[in-house]
């Protein structure tokens, strides 16, 4: 089963997920087939380390006849080039601070994250985009890029992820409940500070996982598998990336419930 932890994430973001943008976006499912589903049984039920991803941010400069084109854009296509050219120019001068010219500059939805799109797998995005971030050095900034959406300034990111395990609690006034769950909010509280307590102690981490998490999360010790920057709920992604190795958290709350992340790699 796909970790529900990871199906949840966009709809209790409190902003956009940055891989991939939507306007970029070639074609994709509605949500990722749980792996569950293979008639393999050998084949893994959470998500591995993928190979061939990249990672990059953006400066979209769009105008008035594009693709998804926001009404607010009346600028015409010369002059959405123009712009995009002198953001080039900007963004690859020495000291340049790239999230900010996208902040300022691009009308993608990604701009209030600093044009940052995080990683994604060949195919996600429209060809010419994806082409134009494989040709990239990482930490360099491409020439000016047509796309149907408009003109865009990329910079090559490096694919930054992680491996972790979860202990997730649930309540059943948590504003995303898990179907089936009854206690109340209290006793959740009480359940994972247990099940963290056995932990402190010592106790083994699929066995405590086991013993207290909920449903389908108790799979495969609550293995997450890899994932990228935000591709979790705000509240569980800075402080997996804060982990080292083998270390887990605190008891974090989401809008989902109570969890103890630990990083496997």
């Given at each position: 089963?796909?970790?529900?932890?990871?199906?949840?994430?966009?709809?209790?973001?409190?902003?956009?997920?940055?891989?991939?943008?939507?306007?970029?976006?070639?074609?994709?499912?509605?949500?990722?087939?749980?792996?569950?589903?293979?008639?393999?049984?050998?084949?893994?039920?959470?998500?591995?380390?993928?190979?061939?991803?990249?990672?990059?941010?953006?400066?979209?400069?769009?105008?008035?006849?594009?693709?998804?084109?926001?009404?607010?854009?009346?600028?015409?296509?010369?002059?959405?080039?123009?712009?995009?050219?002198?953001?080039?120019?900007?963004?690859?001068a020495p000291g340049a601070d790239f999230a900010a010219l996208a902040r300022k500059h691009s009308d993608d939805p990604s701009a209030?994250?600093?044009?940052?799109?995080?990683?994604?797998?060949?195919?996600?995005?429209?060809?010419?985009?994806?082409?134009?971030?494989?040709?990239?050095?990482?930490?360099?900034?491409?020439?000016?890029?047509?796309?149907?959406?408009?003109?865009?300034?990329?910079?090559?990111?490096?694919?930054?992820?992680?491996?972790?395990?979860?202990l997730m609690v649930g309540f059943a006034t948590a504003e995303r409940p898990i179907p089936g769950i009854t206690r109340s909010k209290?006793?959740?509280?009480?359940?994972?500070?247990?099940?963290?307590?056995?932990?402190?102690?010592?106790?083994?981490?699929?066995?405590?996982?086991?013993?207290?998490?909920?449903?389908?999360?108790?799979?495969?010790?609550?293995?997450?598998?890899?994932?990228?920057?935000?591709?979790?709920?705000?509240?569980?992604?800075?402080?997996?990336?804060?982990?080292?190795?083998?270390?887990?958290?605190?008891?974090?709350?989401?809008?989902?419930g109570f969890h103890v992340l630990k990083r496997v790699e």
């Amino acid at each position: 089963m796909f970790p529900f932890l990871l199906l949840l994430a966009i709809a209790c973001e409190s902003e956009p997920a940055p891989a991939p943008a939507p306007a970029l976006v070639a074609e994709a499912p509605a949500e990722p087939a749980p792996a569950a589903a293979s008639t393999n049984p050998d084949a893994p039920r959470v998500p591995t380390r993928a190979t061939g991803r990249i990672a990059a941010s953006h400066v979209l400069v769009s105008y008035a006849q594009a693709m998804k084109a926001s009404v607010a854009v009346t600028r015409t296509r010369d002059e959405a080039r123009a712009l995009a050219e002198r953001v080039r120019e900007e963004a690859a001068a020495p000291g340049a601070d790239f999230a900010a010219l996208a902040r300022k500059h691009s009308d993608d939805p990604s701009a209030s994250r600093g044009g940052n799109l995080g990683a994604f797998d060949s195919g996600k995005m429209v060809q010419e985009f994806e082409d134009a971030v494989r040709a990239l050095p990482e930490g360099q900034i491409s020439p000016v890029v047509e796309t149907p959406f408009g003109f865009h300034v990329i910079r090559r990111d490096p694919v930054l992820e992680v491996h972790c395990a979860q202990l997730m609690v649930g309540f059943a006034t948590a504003e995303r409940p898990i179907p089936g769950i009854t206690r109340s909010k209290e006793d959740a509280r009480a359940r994972i500070e247990a099940a963290r307590a056995e932990i402190e102690g010592g106790a083994d981490w699929a066995s405590v996982v086991a013993k207290y998490g909920d449903g389908n999360l108790t799979q495969d010790g609550g293995d997450l598998g890899w994932f990228g920057r935000r591709q979790l709920m705000p509240a569980l992604d800075d402080a997996a990336f804060n982990l080292d190795i083998g270390a887990h958290t605190e008891v974090i709350e989401s809008p989902a419930g109570f969890h103890v992340l630990k990083r496997v790699e």
